[in-house]
T-cell receptor, first 113, second 112 residues
């Protein structure tokens, strides 16, 4: 079972602020993902990575950016937060060779005022 | 893009009752998965199905991969209060970079 840690769990900030949501995993999984989820709604893929120095945009257009300098970390950054960015952001990993089985973090709930 | 239609969207059930939910698509999937999300948490994998017609159980949960590969269902037997949460189906094809497509979720609420 993967250990995935997301920080902060909850964040309330003002419009225009720059924020970084952290995601760390200890299992050495190559593939990592960021999903955006409004409360109780479906998950939308916004970014993914196949490994170090690999980043791709997902199905849902997002103004956020990601980086993958180390296997363990996959931070997501919003340069200038807006109220439309208010949502829950879920980080996930997947083992190589195991189709579809994602391990999710607990999520970061972002509120932009 | 691919879409998964999950039903029902929500349901109240009496404790002890059996529950059934399903997921359908116009597209074929090679893998079906069922996740559960508790309030304030990330989804957790319940069951993964890899072959058409496959029937797999995990405790009180049973899921099947439809023969047409366009649907899947999840049954929960003898529901208990801790079954409350949102259940998501997800499908995977070998196309599109092996990305999961998620359904809209079924919110399960249990009357004690």
């Amino acid at each position: 079972e993967a250990d995935i840690y997301q920080t902060p769990r909850y964040l309330v900030i003002g419009t225009g602020k720059k924020i970084t949501l952290e995601c760390s995993q200890t299992m050495g999984h190559d593939k990592m993902y960021w999903y955006q989820q409004d409360p109780g709604m479906e998950l939308h893929l916004i970014h993914y990575s196949y490994g170090v120095n690999s980043t791709e945009k997902g199905d849902l257009s997002s103004e956020s950016t990601v980086s993958r300098i180390r296997t363990e970390h996959f931070p997501l950054t919003l340069e200038s937060a807006r109220p439309s960015h208010t949502s829950q952001y879920l980080c996930a990993t997947r083992r190589a060779g195991v189709a579809g089985e994602l391990f999710f973090g607990e999520g970061s709930r972002l509120t932009v005022l | 893009g691919q879409q998964l239609n999950q039903s029902p969207q929500s349901m109240f059930i009496q404790e002890g009752e059996d529950v059934s939910m399903n997921c359908t698509s116009s597209s074929i999937f090679n893998t079906w998965l069922w996740y559960k999300q508790d309030p304030g948490e990330g989804p957790v994998l319940l069951i993964a199905l890899y072959k058409a017609g496959e029937l797999t159980s995990n405790g009180r949960l049973t899921a099947q991969f439809g023969i047409t590969r366009k649907d899947s269902f999840l049954n929960i037997s003898a529901s208990i209060p801790s079954d409350v949460g949102i259940y998501f189906c997800a499908g995977l094809t070998n196309n599109a970079g092996n990305m999961l497509t998620f359904g809209g979720g079924t919110r399960l609420m249990v009357k004690p």
